[in-house]
């Protein structure tokens, strides 16, 4: 039987604006120099005005690398100012974990044969993964998983309601964010079994002890797979709009299509169909700006996210089937000792209830029904005992902890 949430009652304010506003005017005069005069070089600067305020937002073209200017993949800021994506990256560091395997030759493009940038190689030795933590290593840890294909900076929120009884960590899988995203042969393929087995050793590398887990949507798969082997190593599992049903198999076609033939290839260097779209298609709510900026940033400043994310959705494409199958049967059988418990924001697009609650109850596993919810949104976190970590909406003040995931 579902526990069901109080709707809450939340005033939205999220309006989402495009990266190039309607009414866009060049300043007049000669172009604003931001180098030095030996270098002669100069960049355009444009004034844009947003139609839903009076706010002037500044544009760099062609700018130098130091600079950014978020329309070439050399910079990856729209403006010189500081961006949520540094602060963000400062609040983190980087974990060193799973062996890079292969022969240790240089990344190629596919098309040309040509030696590919620094952020498409492999590291020597271990992969680089972007970890931020939140509250004291001596209490519980709680690892933030985020889904497919988001970052971790969808748990920003999230971390500092729970560090003051977890120790709370969230990570970029690799391929995403601030982690390493070789290129695709060279050192990992992104298939969903190489994600299981660097997930194990990036635990080993975070907790020595027992942690809880929460996941997001098509990675839960993924981390079932790894729990199963390591049962007594989980006090809890969180699973947060899984694809649990033989529906929910397939990729949504706002992801699929990353999987195409030459099509995919195309898309996936697009930021704003690699992100925006790709994010905001799974349900109602909107994104800001600045948000949104911090998840396109990836794909401004490099192809080597382009190249991950067409890799990770012919993985998913191929192999999700099976996984969902596997995870079905692990969930259901008698053998499984972890405590695990399913959130279902009601307003996801992707991922259809149908199914879900008849799953829960034949395989005994408790149900929160969030109405207003969808995986990336309105999840409120709360201690429930001092040994299980849960996640509700149920008695939660929701005007303390709006939009937690986003």
Wanted: aromatic content about 10%; glycine content about 8%.
């Amino acid at each position: 039987m579902a526990i069901q949430a109080k709707t809450p009652s939340l005033h939205f304010s999220h309006t989402f604006h495009s990266p190039m506003p309607p009414s866009l005017s060049l300043l007049g005069g000669p172009l604003r120099s931001t180098a030095s005069k030996s270098q002669r070089r100069k960049s355009l600067k444009l004034t844009c005005m947003s139609n839903n305020n009076d706010k002037e937002q500044d544009y760099l073209i062609d700018a130098p690398v130091s600079v950014g200017d978020g329309f070439s993949f050399s910079g990856g800021k729209y403006s010189d100012g500081p961006s949520r994506s540094d602060e963000w990256f400062k609040q983190g560091k980087m974990v060193r974990a799973h062996s890079v395997v292969g022969s240790g030759e240089k990344a190629k493009d596919p098309i040309f044969g040509l030696t590919m940038g620094v952020s498409s190689q492999a590291s020597a030795d271990l992969f680089r993964w972007f970890c931020v933590e939140s509250g004291s290593a001596d209490k519980p840890t709680v690892i933030l998983i985020h889904g497919f294909p988001s970052q971790a900076y969808s748990y920003r929120k999230v971390l500092p309601v729970l560090s003051k009884n977890f120790h709370a960590i969230t990570f970029d899988w690799l391929g995403f964010g601030f982690s390493d995203k070789p290129q695709p042969g060279y050192g990992f393929d992104y298939t969903l079994g190489e994600y299981v087995s660097s997930l194990d050793s990036l635990i080993n590398e975070l907790a020595v002890s027992k942690v809880s887990i929460v996941v997001q949507g098509y990675f839960s798969p993924v981390v079932v797979k790894y729990a199963l082997s390591h049962q007594e190593k989980l006090n809890d599992l969180i699973l947060l709009n899984p694809p649990l049903t033989a529906k929910h198999a397939n990729l949504p076609s706002s992801l699929s299509i990353f999987s195409n033939f030459l099509l995919g290839e195309i898309f996936s260097q697009d930021p704003l169909r690699a992100s925006d779209k790709a994010l905001t298609s799974c349900g109602p709510y909107k994104m800001k700006e600045d948000d949104a900026m911090v998840y396109r940033r990836p794909y401004l400043t490099s192809g080597s996210s382009g190249f991950a994310l067409n890799a990770i959705s012919r993985a998913m494409k191929k192999e999700l089937k099976t996984y969902v199958e596997d995870m079905q049967m692990i969930l259901t059988d008698k053998n499984w000792n972890v405590q695990t418990t399913v959130f279902w924001g009601q307003r996801d697009r992707w991922l259809s209830y149908d199914g879900v609650e008849d799953f829960c109850k034949d395989s005994n596993h408790k149900l929160v029904e969030l109405p207003m919810g969808i995986m990336y949104k309105k999840i409120v976190v709360k201690k429930l005992d001092n040994s299980f970590l849960g996640l509700s909406a149920k008695g939660a003040k929701f005007d303390d902890t709006k939009m937690l995931l986003e």
